[in-house]
């Protein structure tokens, strides 16, 4: 084995910072900038609507629901590593019922902002709460620490179906 006495990391993390500021004087970044597409958000639909008091600026919603879905995505982990170990067949429910209730969170956006279906995203928002906390309450049966890990985006999902309902009922008056 040949050893070439450089640290490699070392010399990809000096060539990526060489090619960032190589990509940053040719007229920009040439990679995403998760920051600036997040600011780039609030320049969408959200931002022209009539909110709700309470109601958070659009980069917010990005960057909370990317750390709540890794947190209650690393909970489903949990909950799938305790059941394989304890053999149990509750993992066929509550996992399935998890990615179940992503399917339901995902499907929200395309009814409230592209359908402009503000009852029926209410009503959506409600199920999903419903959904999710039933889900959480299964993740605390199997696994403590996974259904506390579910508890902030709980929390998420009743404010944020506080706010759909809100623009609702202010889309009707």
Known sequence: MIHLGVN???TATLRQA???QAAHTAGGNIEPDPVALALLADTGVYSHMKLPPLAAPAPVFAAVWAALLVLSGWASYLVIRATRAEN???FDKSVIWYFVSLAVNFAWPFIFFNLNMYLVASVWSIGYLLLFGWVALKFLKIHKNAGLMMIPQFAWIVY???L???VFVM???
């Open 8 to 10: 490699i990391d070392h």
């Open 18 to 20: 060489r090619y960032r």
């Open 88 to 90: 149990l067949k509750r």
């Open 160 to 162: 944020c179906t506080y």
């Open 164 to 166: 759909t309902i809100a």
């Open 171 to 173: 889309s009707v008056l």
